[in-house]
């Protein structure tokens, strides 16, 4: 089975620019859930995604979006970039709530 | 939502020593504990994991245990290695919420 993917793996914007991430879960995987990662600061949860819906959401600023498609692929979107936005972006996939496997991660970086 | 606190945030052993981290959370909902571990540029992957029918669970050199009583839970690492250097996350998840404590870095010493 291929692993998780996301695309692109680098990005580099300006401040007040938008941004569209994408991860494509495990097949069969349902679930996706997205993290922001920053040096020291662990995995911050972002939201999680089951069948096209928005399950559960972390506490992130109504500038950061995401949606869930029909083929469980996903798309998260920060709009109004600012310079504290820069980091490792991780998605993960489930089947039924249990393990993570996580992707790559896209590495964001605002100048 | 659930609410995961972990310690240290840092922990640097003798190879061959014991490394113990400790988590605690909140939601008593909460049912699964996964740990994972994160080399330097990679990925996180899980390591071991512990539901809460189970108090203690081993695989090798890793055990965890729980307590729900007292909501926390533990990853021991016995007969460290180098190559045990890394990040180390705990989790918590009430089936479709999953949250990640701050993270562990350990640092093994040859």
């Known amino acids: 089975k291929a692993g998780v993917t996301q695309t692109p793996r680098y990005l580099i914007k300006t401040r007040g620019q938008q941004v569209t991430l994408s991860c494509s879960p495990i097949s069969g995987h349902r679930s996706v859930s997205w993290y922001q990662q920053t040096p020291g600061q662990g995995l911050q949860f972002l939201f999680e995604?089951?069948?096209?819906?928005?399950?559960n959401k972390g506490n992130f600023p109504g500038r950061f979006s995401g949606r869930q498609f029909s083929n469980s692929r996903s798309e998260m979107n920060v709009s109004t970039l600012e310079l504290g936005d820069s980091a490792l972006y991780l998605c993960?996939?489930?089947?039924?709530?249990?393990?993570?496997?996580f992707g790559p991660g896209t590495r964001l970086t605002v100048l | 939502g659930e609410n995961v606190e972990q310690h240290p945030s840092t922990l640097s052993v003798q190879e061959g020593d014991s490394a113990v981290i400790k988590c605690t959370y909140s939601d008593s909902a909460s049912n699964y504990f996964p740990w994972y571990k994160q080399e330097l540029g990679k990925r996180p992957q899980l390591i071991i994991d512990?539901?809460?029918?189970?108090g203690e669970k081993k695989d090798q050199r890793i055990a965890v245990t729980l307590n729900k009583t007292a909501k926390h839970f533990s990853l021991h690492i016995t007969e460290t290695q180098p190559e045990d250097s890394a990040v180390y996350f705990c989790?918590?998840?009430?089936?479709?919420?999953?949250?990640f404590g701050a993270g562990t870095r350990l640092t093994v010493k040859p």
């Open positions: 989790a918590a998840s009430n089936n479709n919420d999953m949250r």
């Open positions: 512990i539901r809460s029918n189970v």
């Open positions: 995604y089951f069948s096209e819906t928005q399950r």
């Open positions: 993960a996939s489930s089947a039924a709530g249990d393990e993570q496997f």
